[in-house]
C-alpha cells in the first residue's frame, strides 16, 4: 500500500470515527478492497495449518467480517497503525469462525494436549528441550506413530484461549485485553504483559535451532511452507512437523506459567 492510499485510508477511517453515518457504502467498499489483499494473505497462512474440507473463501468471508470489525472499533487518535490493528481483527475473526464450526475433532485436542503434556514432563526432568526420540519414546510410540501424531496435531498450532482448561476466567480476559492492547496505561495490564512476553520469549530461545529458525521464518518473515523447506533442504511435510513441535511446546510452556499463576494466588 503506497503512502498516497494510506493517507486516504486513514482520512476515510477519522471520518467513520467522527461520523459514522457519513462513510458511504462506496467508501466502505474502498477500504474493503484496499485491504483484499492482506485478508486473503492471513487466510492462506492459516488454511496451510487446516484440514483439506476447510474452503480458503469461506476463511476470506470471516476476514472481511474482521476487517469491518477493525474499522468500526479502530481508534485514530491512539498512537498505533491501523493495519497492525487489521490484522489482529482479521485473524481473531477467522479463528473465531473456525471453533464455532469446531473444526478440530475432540480426539485430536486431546492428542495435541498429550503431546504438550508429555513434552514438558520430559523436558522439566531433563532440564532442556527433549528431541524426537525422546518424546516418543516417553509417549511409549514408534518414530512412525510419532510423525504420524505430529501430523493429526497440526491444525492445532494456534493457542486456542477458550480451550486451556488451565486458565481461569481472570486469566483469559487479561490475555485478550493484552492481545486488544486494551487499557496499556494499566500497570496490572503493563506486568501481565511483561510477563506472557518473557515466557514466550525463553520458551522460543529454548527451542531446537531448527524449530527457532521455523517460527522466524514463517512468522517473522513471511515464507510460506515451501519456501522454508528450500532453505532448510527439507519436504513441506517435515517443516509442518517443525512448527507443530515448536508451537506444542510453546503452548505447553504458557499453559504451565498460568497454571503456576492460578495456584500462586489461590
Not at 33 to 51: D, H, N, S, T
Not at 201 to 225: F, G, H, M, T
Request: aromatic residues 6%.
Amino acid at each position: 500500500m503506497n503512502q498516497n492510499n494510506n493517507n486516504n485510508v486513514n482520512s476515510l477511517l477519522k471520518k467513520y470515527k467522527e461520523e459514522p453515518s457519513k462513510l458511504t457504502a462506496q467508501q466502505k467498499d474502498k477500504l474493503i478492497l484496499e485491504y483484499a489483499p492482506l485478508i486473503k494473505f492471513i487466510a492462506q497462512k492459516i488454511a496451510v495449518r487446516l484440514p483439506s474440507n476447510i474452503e480458503l473463501d469461506d476463511l476470506i468471508s470471516s476476514g472481511v467480517i474482521g476487517l469491518m470489525d477493525a474499522i468500526e472499533k479502530y481508534d485514530p487518535t491512539r498512537d498505533n497503525k491501523f493495519k497492525t490493528y487489521a490484522e489482529f481483527r482479521i485473524r481473531g475473526a477467522i479463528l473465531d469462525e473456525l471453533r464455532a464450526q469446531d473444526w478440530v475433532p475432540r480426539s485430536v485436542r486431546d492428542k495435541a494436549k498429550m503431546l504438550d503434556r508429555a513434552t514438558l514432563e520430559l523436558e522439566s526432568t531433563l532440564g532442556r528441550s527433549a528431541n524426537e526420540e525422546e518424546v516418543a519414546q516417553k509417549l511409549g510410540i514408534s518414530m512412525d506413530d510419532y510423525f504420524d501424531l505430529l501430523n493429526q496435531v497440526r491444525p492445532i498450532s494456534v493457542l486456542s484461549i477458550d480451550d486451556a482448561a488451565t486458565f481461569s476466567n481472570v486469566d483469559k480476559k487479561s490475555i485478550l485485553n493484552i492481545l486488544e492492547g486494551c487499557k496499556l496505561n494499566n500497570p496490572l495490564t503493563q506486568l501481565n504483559l511483561k510477563s506472557v512476553k518473557e515466557v514466550v520469549a525463553k520458551a522460543i530461545e529454548d527451542l531446537p535451532e531448527r524449530q527457532r529458525l521455523v517460527l522466524s521464518l514463517y512468522y517473522y518473515e513471511d515464507l510460506n511452507l515451501k519456501e522454508i523447506g528450500k532453505i532448510l533442504r527439507v519436504t513441506e511435510s517435515r517443516v509442518s512437523q517443525l512448527h507443530a513441535q515448536a508451537i506444542s511446546r510453546l503452548r505447553a510452556k504458557l499453559a504451565q506459567f498460568f497454571e503456576d499463576q492460578e495456584l500462586e494466588s489461590a
